[in-house]
């Protein structure tokens, strides 16, 4: 079945500092969204990417989708202590049947933020 | 407007004993599923609902039956609970897609189940 894998597991940071987690599907996938969840707390949905190469901003997040559609990335510029949490991806397969309702989450990515 | 109600946020149970989780949204969302969180794991779909009296198994069924008989309810039931179903239990919901992708994914606070 579809895997998708996220790396890297932990990510310690000094506050500044940047941070990037990657995601890898083993199958093309039709669209990816990114989550947040606060320690503690639900995840709660960041922002979707739906086209081959496709880049979105949100103030200091970058998130890219990978040309062939098996990767994305999620950047964050001069980290802060408000970023910290466990971020995923999730990933829906280009496939038929009931399976369009599936999303396949990544391991997720902890990062933590020294001050 | 609540979202996504999960009740119980908590619950202790011995090897062997039953229970249902229950899951309801007032978002009038279509599609409904259970995950589980364990360390290191990520999120793992064990069922989901394409619709009212429909499921589907996910990831890690084994274990669990649901429920869809409303739309707006989800239910997760452990016939015989296993030390190996501790974890944290989310319910989250969405909307039909839009023609441009998946909705967004709305979670519930958690269950977390404990057991012994």
């Known amino acids: 079945g579809q895997q998708v894998m996220q790396i890297p597991q932990y990510q310690h940071v000094q506050e500044g500092e940047d941070f990037t987690t990657y995601c890898n599907s083993s199958t093309t996938l039709s669209n990816i969204q990114w989550y947040k969840q606060r320690p503690g707390g639900h995840p709660v949905f960041l922002i979707q990417?739906?086209?081959?190469?496709e880049v979105k901003k949100q103030k200091r997040l970058t998130f890219q989708f990978g040309e062939a559609k098996k990767n994305s990335s999620l950047h964050i510029t001069a980290t802060q202590t408000t970023d910290v949490g466990t971020y995923f991806c999730a990933g829906r397969a280009n496939a038929g049947g009931t399976s369009y309702g599936k999303l396949t989450f990544g391991q997720g990515t902890i990062l933590t933020v020294h001050p | 407007n609540a979202g996504v109600t999960q009740t119980p946020k908590f619950r202790v149970l011995k090897t062997g004993q039953s229970m249902t989780l229950l899951c309801a949204q007032d978002?009038?969302?279509?599609?409904m599923y259970w995950y589980r969180q364990d360390p290191g794991m990520g999120l793992r779909l064990i069922h989901y609902s394409v619709g009212e009296g429909t499921t589907a198994k996910g990831e890690v069924p084994d274990g669990y039956n649901v429920s869809r008989l409303k739309k707006q309810n989800f239910l997760l039931g452990l016939e015989s609970a296993a030390p190996s179903q501790t974890s944290v239990y989310f319910c989250?919901?969405?909307?039909?897609?839009?023609?441009?992708?998946?909705?967004?994914?709305?979670f519930g606070n958690g269950t977390r189940l404990t057991v012994t």
């Open positions: 989250a919901s969405r909307s039909l897609r839009d023609g441009r992708g998946n909705s967004p994914l709305h």
């Open positions: 990417l739906v086209k081959s190469g």
């Open positions: 978002m009038n969302h279509e599609y």
